[in-house]
T-cell receptor
Framework: EAQVTQNPRYLITVTGKKLTVTCSQNMNHEYMSWYRQDPGLGLRQIYY???????DKGDVPEGYKVSRKEKRNFPLILESPSPNQTSLYFC???????????FGPGTRLTVL | QKEVEQNSGPLSVPEGAIASLNCTYSDRGSQSFFWYRQYSGKSPELIMFIYSNGDKEDGRFTAQLNKASQYVSLLIRDSQPSDSATYLC??????????FGKGTTLSVSS
């Protein structure tokens, strides 16, 4: 089944404790992206990747890191999480920026 | 700063009516236009995409694009309670990131 998977789906952590949210797609998509969604602010892009080893900042990259060592994986890293990073996070992938993006199921992160 | 604007709603329509959702965008070079539906707590799913001026129909859904006016809309005919969701408009230019509007909440009452 073609899909984008994210893990974990739910995470409660404390300020400053490094964490990684994994994202994997099995559709051979070149483009992958991370979004955060907050009430009243909509979907905001954190980072995106056009291909392996190619990443770029989105609208809200501060406090986040990403890597794209393999085509299928695009992990999101929070080196020192803070409460303002409490949010619903979505990973998405597509063949290109002009194509339909397929979204993962979301990761609900709470930073205490 | 490229922007995509949507009326946040809620837009309330009775069952069986036509729901009209609107979206304007600031970047004249935009080439691809998408409508996603998102149920509360779930991930967005694609409803329609449109690249050319005019109308595109798919079942009960019609997307309308007017590049001169920088306007894209989604019509939902014979609205059903299951259509109650937030509808996200997304716009991009080739090689750039997809920009999402904040979404319009639609409520269909039975």
């Amino acid at each position: 089944e073609a899909q984008v998977t994210q893990n974990p789906r739910y995470l409660i952590t404390v300020t400053g404790k490094k964490l990684t949210v994994t994202c994997s797609q099995n559709m051979n998509h070149e483009y992958m992206s991370w979004y955060r969604q907050d009430p009243g602010l909509g979907l905001r892009q954190i980072y995106y990747s056009m291909n392996v080893e190619v990443t770029d900042k989105g609208d809200v990259p501060e406090g986040y890191k990403v890597s794209r060592k393999e085509k299928r994986n695009f992990p999101l890293i929070l080196e020192s999480p803070s409460p303002n990073q409490t949010s619903l996070y979505f990973c998405a992938s597509s063949f290109g920026t002009n194509n339909e993006q397929f979204f993962g199921p979301g990761t609900r992160l709470t930073v205490l | 700063q490229k922007e995509v604007e949507q009326n946040s709603g809620p837009l309330s329509v009775p069952e069986g009516a036509i729901a009209s959702l609107n979206c304007t965008y600031s970047d004249r070079g935009s080439q691809s236009f998408f409508w996603y539906r998102q149920y509360s707590g779930k991930s967005p799913e694609l409803i329609m995409f449109i690249y050319s001026n005019g109308d595109k129909e798919d079942g009960r859904f019609t997307a309308q694009l007017n590049k001169a006016s920088q306007y894209v809309s989604l019509l939902i005919r014979d609205s059903q309670p299951s259509d109650s969701a937030t509808y996200l408009c997304a716009v991009n230019q080739a090689g750039t990131a997809l920009i999402f509007g904040k979404g319009t909440t639609l409520s269909v009452s039975s």
